[in-house]
């Protein structure tokens, strides 16, 4: 089933998500939904934050990625294939020199900015069945898992921006948080609904 995603402003996506447990209620459900909610939305990533709830859950799935020719066919080999859930995550440690690429993000559409993360991370997780696992992942991958991982720790792209961007950018994020932009997938905004 697909889900509204919450769009900027809404005060969930600045929580600092609560880890959860195999008991959670309908995870498999949850899961397949978000699967669902961020394909139909044309994304790489969904954290539970972006569709309202508080807990250390994102999903990744990077096959988009893999059609960009400037990759080696290793790279896209690996992006097509690489799609894992997330949950009660943590990041160990992130290396490298920082590199800088062009991100978006489902709540905050429109809106595209260069972000400097390092190229090295691993990372402390369970999957969907609540396996654990400590990883390391680089390129495109650590950077979607280190995207969606900031949204369960309650931080948004946008907060790694300039000043001067973040300026910039002031007028179209709280036209986002109003509902005053045109999406083709379901969002929740936080100010239109307090009108009502």
Request: glycine content about 6%; some cysteine.
């Amino acid at each position: 089933m697909i889900v509204p995603i919450v769009a900027y402003g809404d005060s969930v996506l600045r929580k600092k998500a609560k880890d959860i447990d195999a008991s959670y209620p309908n995870l498999e459900e949850l899961i397949a939904n978000m699967y669902e909610t961020m394909n139909h939305a044309h994304g790489v990533g969904l954290a539970a934050p972006q569709i309202g709830l508080p807990i250390r859950l994102f999903i990744v799935d990077t096959e988009p990625f893999s059609e960009d020719e400037d990759l080696t066919q290793e790279e896209r080999d690996f992006l097509a294939g690489f799609k894992q859930t997330f949950i009660n995550a943590r990041i160990l440690e992130e290396t490298g020199t920082e590199w800088t690429f062009n991100e978006g993000c489902l709540s905050i559409p429109d809106v595209r900015e260069d972000v400097s993360r390092k190229p090295v991370v691993t990372i402390n997780y369970f999957d969907e069945n609540f396996q654990e696992h400590t990883k390391t992942f680089d390129g495109l991958a650590a950077r979607v898992i280190q995207h969606e991982y900031d949204h369960i720790e309650g931080v948004l792209f946008t907060d790694k921006l300039s000043a001067l961007k973040k300026r910039l950018l002031k007028g179209k994020l709280t036209n986002i948080s109003k509902g005053k932009i045109q999406v083709g997938y379901r969002m929740r905004f936080p100010m239109a609904a307090k009108k009502r």
